[in-house]
């Protein structure tokens, strides 16, 4: 069992940045892939970023690429979203997921435990 709880979201003007962390207990962090997705209202959840258990090799979604990245600390536990140039399209809950799998997948449905997301809003 793993528990994640996410943090570091909030209300920020449109071009602003904000750092998202996502706290790890239970079992091994390490032996999982890491993803952070987001969903906004009437939206599917859709990855935002995925990262292996290692760190090593991280995954973006196309359209946030150069804005958005993903590191995680082993020895702490945790994963974090460095978000840049927010702008209002980015509105959303962003939540992380851990997966068994080596390499963190697109596909939500592959993930085994998930956050219980946190709110970001951008204003214009």
């Known amino acids: 069992q793993v528990q994640l709880i996410e943090s570091g979201g909030g209300l920020v003007q449109a071009g602003g940045s904000l750092r998202l962390s996502c706290a790890a207990s239970?079992?091994?962090?390490?032996?999982?892939?890491m993803g952070w997705f987001r969903q906004a209202p009437g939206k599917d959840r859709k990855i935002v970023a995925g990262?292996?258990?290692?760190?090593?090799?991280?995954y973006y979604a196309d359209s946030l690429k150069g804005r958005f990245t993903i590191s995680r600390d082993n020895a702490k536990n945790t994963v974090y979203l460095q978000m840049n140039s927010l702008s209002p399209e980015d509105t959303a809950v962003y939540y992380c997921?851990?997966?068994?799998?080596?390499?963190?997948?697109?596909?939500?449905?592959?993930?085994?435990?998930w956050g219980q997301g946190t709110q970001v809003t951008v204003s214009s």
């Open positions: 997921a851990a997966s068994l799998a080596a390499m963190a997948p697109v596909n939500p449905g592959q993930y085994n435990y």
């Open positions: 239970g079992r091994a962090f390490s032996s999982y892939a």
């Open positions: 990262i292996s258990r290692g760190g090593g090799s991280t």
